[in-house]
């Protein structure tokens, strides 16, 4: 998103995914390994990028802030299909956060007048701990396959 340059040159990713891939199978034997996805970040997650200071009374709250799912996941598309390609490479399982997070398009970043993201790369604990629940299907898993 905004200001989060990604690399995505072709033969510089083959490069990153195949080294990703060789340190993946190296820990993997006995392991269930999950990959997990990237998230969109950027200044205009930030909660204080949001903030309407033009208000006459009150506290300042969070404006909504949409962001276009689709577009964000057509511009990751060269990167999520090596971490697909990583997944079936070495039998791990890939999440992708924002089935969960942010399910429709366009993509909200305020909920019932709180903001979602604490800054401009994280989601804040009480939004994930609602709503990233593939975290609790991971740790409820044996340690070992």
Same mark, same amino acid.
């Given at each position: 998103?905004?200001?989060?340059?990604?690399?995505?040159?072709? &033969?510089?990713?083959?490069?990153?995914?195949?080294?990703?891939?060789?340190?993946?199978?190296?820990?993997?034997?006995?392991? =269930?390994?999950?990959?997990?996805?990237?998230?969109?970040?950027?200044?205009?997650?930030?909660?204080?990028?949001?903030?309407? *200071?033009?208000?006459?009374? %009150?506290?300042?709250?969070?404006? $909504?802030?949409?962001?276009?799912?689709?577009?964000?996941? =057509?511009?990751? #598309? +060269?990167? =999520?299909? $090596? #971490?697909?390609?990583? !997944?079936?490479?070495? %039998? !791990?399982? /890939?999440?992708? +956060? /924002?089935?969960?997070?942010?399910?429709?398009? +366009?993509? $909200?970043?305020?909920?019932?007048?709180? !903001?979602?993201? =604490? &800054?401009? $790369?994280?989601? *804040?604990?009480?939004?994930?701990?609602?709503?990233?629940?593939?975290?609790?299907?991971?740790?409820? #898993? +044996?340690?070992?396959?």
């Amino acid at each position: 998103m905004n200001g989060t340059v990604i690399n995505t040159d072709p &033969d510089t990713l083959t490069h990153i995914f195949s080294n990703f891939v060789f340190f993946l199978k190296s820990i993997s034997k006995d392991r =269930k390994i999950f990959i997990i996805s990237n998230i969109p970040i950027g200044a205009e997650f930030d909660p204080v990028s949001q903030i309407d *200071r033009n208000f006459p009374f %009150g506290r300042p709250a969070p404006q $909504r802030f949409d962001f276009d799912r689709d577009k964000f996941l =057509k511009e990751f #598309l +060269p990167i =999520k299909q $090596r #971490l697909e390609w990583a !997944a079936i490479a070495t %039998g !791990a399982t /890939l999440i992708d +956060p /924002l089935d969960f997070i942010c399910p429709e398009n +366009p993509c $909200r970043t305020t909920r019932n007048g709180l !903001a979602i993201y =604490k &800054d401009a $790369r994280h989601l *804040r604990s009480s939004y994930a701990q609602l709503h990233a629940t593939f975290v609790d299907e991971i740790m409820q #898993l +044996p340690l070992s396959q």
